[in-house]
């Protein structure tokens, strides 16, 4: 079992939608969550940085960890067609950015 | 947050060749990380390079593979030895930003397709 699930998709949904996308994990140390957006042909780029649990909001983004699942979620509102990528959890046990471990990546696709 | 400039951003190698991928950092940055994706899959560490010290190698990755240098706190080199077509993938450069910061920060990447 991998440390980090992430469904690859690929999500299509109509501009405007709400967009849910979701990771599981088995490790119970984590406690820094972040989500990345990484469009094609370039490097990931950090979207949302949480620390252990709660939710964090950063304009239509909201980022979600459950600690008592194993699970967090990104939510994307008023979704564009600008948003279209692929999005990676990562998450990590320690205060470094060696111990990330990043899950396989969500396509999605915006369509106008 | 750093800028990070990777190059060369693609090429296509003979198998049996080498590479060498570079990674400028517009900051001085003391953890850099070179990391591998392949198609489908989530990102691999290959190393860890601190400057003034041996880089650190993650299983499976191997220092006459993949030899790395960082000769300061603002540039490091990764280097693709004796391709195959396994090898054939897209290489990050990475920076961790602040110390003992979870918060990773990615250069464009190089995809590599070896012939």
């Known amino acids: 079992q991998k440390e980090v699930e992430q469904d690859p998709g690929p999500l299509s949904v109509p501009e405007g939608a709400i967009v849910s996308l979701n990771c599981t994990y088995s490790?119970?140390?984590?406690?820094?969550f972040m989500w990345y957006r990484q469009y094609s042909r370039k490097g990931p780029e950090l979207l949302m940085y949480t620390y252990s649990s709660g939710n964090k909001e950063d304009g239509r983004f909201t980022a979600q960890v459950d600690k008592s699942s194993k699970y967090i979620s990104l939510f994307i509102r008023d979704s564009q067609p600008s948003d279209s990528a692929t999005y990676l959890c990562a998450m990590s046990a320690h205060s470094s950015a060696s111990k990330i471990i990043f899950g396989s990546g969500t396509r999605l696709s915006i369509r106008p | 947050s750093a800028v990070i400039s990777q190059k060369p951003s693609r090429d296509i190698c003979q198998r049996g060749t080498s590479l060498t991928i570079q990674c400028q950092v517009d900051s001085q940055v003391t953890m850099m990380f070179w990391y591998r994706q392949q198609p489908g899959q989530s990102l691999t560490l290959i190393a860890t390079?601190?400057?003034?010290?041996?880089?650190?190698?993650e299983s499976g990755f191997v220092i006459d593979k993949f030899p790395i240098s960082r000769p300061n706190l603002t540039f490091s080199t990764l280097t693709v030895s004796n391709m195959s077509p396994e090898d054939s993938s897209i290489y990050l450069c990475s920076v961790e930003w602040g110390h003992l910061s979870t918060e990773a920060f990615f250069g464009q990447g190089t995809r590599l397709t070896v012939v």
């Open positions: 390079a601190n400057q003034g010290s041996e880089a650190t190698y």
């Open positions: 490790n119970s140390a984590f406690q820094y």
